[in-house]
Structures are given as C-alpha cells and as structure tokens.
Nanobody, 116 residues
Framework: QVQLVESGGGLVQTGGSLRLSCAAS????????MGWFRQAPGKEREFVAV??????STYYADFVKGRFTISRDNATVYLQMNSLKPEDTAVYYC???????????WGQGTQVTVSS
C-alpha cells in the first residue's frame, strides 16, 4: 500500500500562487507515476497533471499548461500553481499509479480557493 498526504492548499487571490505537496510513504517502489486531480463543487473529478516516478516525464491538462508545474523530489510530489483563477477553486487530490492498472492510492485532498 502507498499512503499519500497532501498539504499546501489555502485561500489566494486571482493571479496568486500556491504550491501543493504530496508526501508518499509505504510501498513507494511500486509507484509508476503520480498525478494531481481536482474536484470543484458540483463537478466531476478531473485530471490536472502527472509525472512518472522514475524519469520525471510530465503531462498536463490543457487548462493548466503554462501555469502549473508538477515536480518530484524524493518521495514528495509538488504542484506549483501560478496565475491562479477563480475557476481553479477545487479540492486537489494526489494519486499514485502502479506499473499496471489505474490510480489506486489517493490522498485526503487539500482545498484551494481562489478569490476574484
């Protein structure tokens, strides 16, 4: 099992920045990639960004390209969020994906609120 704990959410004004952290523990050797997802009130959860555990390859949703950056340092994955917009308001979750299968380990989520 992989345990994930997010932190770094909060309230920020439009145009501001936040950095989210996701600390992984447990069977981290089984992780193939780590991703960030978000869920706004009344909406479905959506993909934000992903990074491979070994090579650091990244991929982003179109709506965050150029504004968000995913990175990894040891067993912690970060999501640097710049130029935040009110529509970025959501609970942000990190998730781990093993070599085969879908994202199966999830953190508890951290709230990001962007005021206009």
């Amino acid at each position: 099992q992989v345990q994930l704990v997010e932190s770094g959410g909060g309230l920020v004004q439009t145009g501001g920045s936040l950095r989210l952290s996701c600390a992984a523990s447990g069977r981290t050797f089984s992780i193939y990639s780590m991703g960030w997802f978000r869920q706004a009130p009344g909406k479905e959860r959506e993909f934000v960004a992903v990074i491979t555990w070994s090579g650091g390859s990244t991929y982003y949703a179109d709506f965050v390209k150029g504004r968000f950056t995913i990175s990894r340092d040891n067993a912690t994955v970060y999501l640097q969020m710049n130029s935040l917009k009110p529509e970025d308001t959501a609970v942000y979750y990190c998730a781990a994906r093993p070599n085969t299968g879908a994202f199966g380990s999830w953190g508890q989520g951290t709230q990001v609120t962007v005021s206009s």
